[in-house]
């Protein structure tokens, strides 16, 4: 059985880039939000129970993440609707990709890890962190979300220092050269804690 390590963090601070610079370093890689684009995809599991809920969401027979975006914003219900929907399907996708893995450390990048108590099922938990001057600027230079869409977001999100407190490892992502020295030294002080357990 692989080492789960879980990697969570606030919206934009990091994730996904820190994730990758842990699969550079051997380890095998689970992300959520992809699962998401899986599951709501034409031919993904989601299709069928989001088009139940809000028919005007489904395009095409794949979900459209902009038709949700506007269901969300008008109906302040939408979110959690459409989370026990996800939700589940998710969490089968990774209990799947966890049992196939031969690697010694399975890295899962989940953006709610905290908030939906998936923490309890990892042997460790890392936090990617930076001030939320740059979290801002970062998550608005993308161009996907309006600042309005952001709040939302990290409204609904536990705060970020309530999650560093909780993770065993925090990762300062202020520069991606500082990113990679924490990951590899996260990485090392895993794999001699598997050689000595
Ligand atoms: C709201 C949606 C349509 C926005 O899509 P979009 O492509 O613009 O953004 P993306 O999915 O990349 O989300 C950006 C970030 O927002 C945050 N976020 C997304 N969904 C949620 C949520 N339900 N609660 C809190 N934060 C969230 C995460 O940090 C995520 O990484 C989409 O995120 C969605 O369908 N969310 C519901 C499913 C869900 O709960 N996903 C979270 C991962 S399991
Ligand atoms: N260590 C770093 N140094 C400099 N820039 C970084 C670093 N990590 C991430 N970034 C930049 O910050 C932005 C957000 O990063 P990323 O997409 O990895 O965040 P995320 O937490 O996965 O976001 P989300 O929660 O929205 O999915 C990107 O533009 C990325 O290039």
């Known amino acids: 059985m692989s080492f789960l390590l879980g990697l969570t963090g606030s919206i934009g601070m990091g994730k996904s880039t820190t994730a990758r610079m842990f699969a550079e370093e051997g380890c095998a890689l689970w992300d959520a939000d992809a699962a ?8 993904g599991a989601a299709v069928g129970p989001i088009r139940e809920v809000f028919p005007e969401a489904v395009i095409d027979d794949a979900v459209s993440r902009d038709r949700l975006k506007m269901i969300i914003a008008q109906d302040e219900t939408a979110l959690a609707r459409i989370e026990k929907i996800v ?14 893995s031969t690697a010694d450390i399975v890295v899962l990048d989940i953006p709610l890890l905290f908030e939906t108590g998936g923490d309890k ?16 600027e970062r998550v608005l230079a993308r161009g996907t979300m309006s ?29 991606l050269e500082h990113a990679g020295q924490q990951v590899q030294d996260v990485v090392r002080q895993i794999r001699d804690r598997l050689k000595h357990a």
């Open 121 to 136: 099922g990892m042997n460790a938990v890392a936090c990617v962190t930076v001030s939320p001057e740059l979290q801002r």
């Open 36 to 43: 998401v684009h899986r599951l709501y995809a034409k031919g």
């Open 147 to 175: 600042e309005a869409q952001f709040e939302t977001i990290r409204a609904k999100q536990m705060p970020n220092d309530e999650k560093c407190r909780r993770a065993d490892f925090v990762i300062e992502t202020d520069t």
């Open 87 to 100: 939700h589940p399907l998710v969490a089968r996708d990774r209990a799947d990709f966890i049992h196939e």
